[in-house]
């Protein structure tokens, strides 16, 4: 372990942050090798396109599968199907060896059938036939399993972190996530099972049934053990030898390029988290993913006139954005995703500062972990403090319709002057959680001072409290009244955090 870092590492399936390790236009916005290759899903969003033509359909039908808990909805996940048009078509879903049950359960493109009670061990063949479409019925098995349902531990993080991704989701617009308890028992057995085995048995993502502990191969199969509906899942975590506050995990999270683009996803239906301590401890969050019908037509971060970024990102994850970049400094990361788009080609990127070029790197879609309808940037050197930058983006884009056209994104941020990052995270009620970590290693910046204000029109600051991080990097306040619009903490380097708080 390296002297002043916790020794953590943020992994993704999809992308996992490793001593600490990472696996795995202003105006503001509006509030409110895989083996699933071109899959629904966080490891490929290719298919997060929004719309298909009338007529066509894109199941997944999922594997056959164990679970320990019997599932609670049967059915499959379609692509880019609006929940109007699913109702109108004729689907039958039969459960051999149990009474025929109704598709009655239409949700962000699942359709299925609710069970009526929980199916006893044994293995059962599920049949799901579309009447008006010239396709084989699917078919697959579920094998329910004797013995104890694990009960849900208590401690475990997922509430923090689930408040502090949607304290960035709201303030982007995106929908919210929600816990769901069957990926809480899948990601706190994995975690318990890393760190039982530790991190290369044989990799953070991946489970051997040669160890103890053992729940699934992948993340999917864990989460179906488990009992969540489908196999469109994701998986992030973080290794660490000396557990950190997890108001502090979700920043060491945004600030990269594959873990991001896993968690800012438009899809995110449902986040669980589970974690563990001693050597190989770890944090794990598994994420379920559904179809959104109200997708956005890019999501960027930094975000559209955000201030206060940081200079600079130290490279700790893994997969590597920057090929051979680990441990090194750059510019902090930008990531472009166009949750609508099938295929980005001829993509062109371009960085500003002063109308002055900035050298990066670029992630292309569709290389590495990215989806074809992604793009990652990581400026080559730390970015000049206190410095408005602008971000172009162009390429080609076909659409599942099958029709193409050129997109262009162009949008400002800002940084302050040093590499601390800022996060918020929002709980009830009223409660406000500031951290301040260096960007990339994660170390706390203990003892710094603190503003929160209130944002006004024309970017217009009222402050509203004022107060210091502690030994954690951690500012814990509670506003009794407040009004809602956008809020920001700022610290006396110039690095903030903005974010939308109120209903």
């Known amino acids: ?39 629904f899903g966080p490891y490929d969003t ?5 719309y298909e033509p009338s007529n066509i359909i894109s199941p997944i039908v999922p594997t056959s599968y164990s679970a320990i808990v019997s599932p609670h909805i049967v059915g499959m996940q379609f692509l880019a199907s609006a929940e109007t048009n699913l109702q109108r078509d004729h689907f039958t879903i039969q459960i051999q060896g149990e009474p025929p049950g109704a598709p009655n359960v ?81 990601s706190l057995a994995h975690a318990q099972y890393l760190s039982a085995n530790g991190f290369a048995a044989p990799s953070f993502h991946v489970e051997s049934s040669a160890h103890a502990g053992f729940t699934g191969v992948n993340p999917w199969n864990r989460d179906l053990y488990f009992g969540w509906p489908t196999p469109e899942t994701g998986e992030v975590g973080v290794e660490w030898s000396i557990p950190t506050k997890t108001a502090t995990v979700m920043s060491d999270l945004i600030d990269t390029v594959f873990h991001r683009l ?35 037509h890019v999501i960027v971060y930094p975000f559209a006139g955000q201030p206060g970024l940081p200079t600079s990102w130290t490279d700790i994850e893994s997969p590597d954005p920057v090929r051979g ?39 292309p879609p569709g290389v590495g972990d990215l989806g074809d309808n992604q793009v990652g940037v990581v400026p080559q050197h730390p970015l000049s403090p206190c410095t408005w930058y602008e971000v172009q983006i162009s390429g080609r884009a076909v659409f599942a319709s099958g029709t193409s056209r050129v997109v262009t994104t162009d949008w400002k941020f800002a940084t302050g002057a040093s590499d601390q990052s800022l996060s918020a995270t929002l709980e009830p009620v009223h409660h406000l959680v500031v951290a301040d ?26 402050p509203i409290a004022q107060g210091r991080t502690n030994s954690d990097g951690l500012w814990d306040i509670t506003v009794k009244k407040f009004y809602p619009g956008y809020y920001e903490v700022m610290s006396r380097t110039k690095n903030a955090v903005v974010f939308w708080w109120g209903g």
Not at 11 to 20: E, F, G, N, V
């Open 1 to 39: 372990m390296r002297q002043g870092r916790h020794h953590v590492v943020e992994r993704a399936w999809c992308a996992a942050l490793a001593a600490y390790v990472i696996f795995a236009v202003a105006p503001m916005p509006v509030p409110g090798a895989s083996v699933f290759p071109k899959q």
């Open 46 to 50: 290719a298919f997060q396109q929004g």
């Open 106 to 186: 239409f949700w962000n493109g699942l359709v299925g059938s609710r069970l009526a009670q929980p199916l006893d061990p044994g293995t059962y063949r599920v049949i799901f036939h579309i009447a008006d479409f010239d396709m084989n019925s699917p078919t697959w098995t579920i094998t329910v399993r004797g013995g104890a349902v694990p009960r849900h531990a208590r401690g475990t993080p997922t509430a923090t972190l689930l408040a502090s991704l949607n304290t960035v989701r709201q303030t982007l617009g995106l929908s919210p996530a929600h816990q769901n308890l069957a990926l809480d028992r899948a």
């Open 262 to 296: 896993c968690l800012l996803s438009g899809n995110l239906e449902s986040v669980g988290a589970g974690s563990s301590s001693g050597p190989n401890g770890a944090v794990v969050m598994d994420l379920g993913y559904g179809y959104r019908a109200n997708l956005p």
């Open 325 to 363: 970049g680990y441990d090194h400094r750059y510019g902090y990361p930008i990531t472009v995703d166009y949750p609508t788009v099938d295929q980005l080609s001829q993509v062109r990127v371009q960085v500003l500062a002063d109308d002055r070029p900035v050298p990066v790197v670029v992630d």
């Open 437 to 462: 970590v260096v960007c990339g290693s994660g170390v706390p910046c203990s003892d710094q001072p603190l503003t929160l204000y209130r944002r006004g029109a024309h970017g217009s600051l009222t």
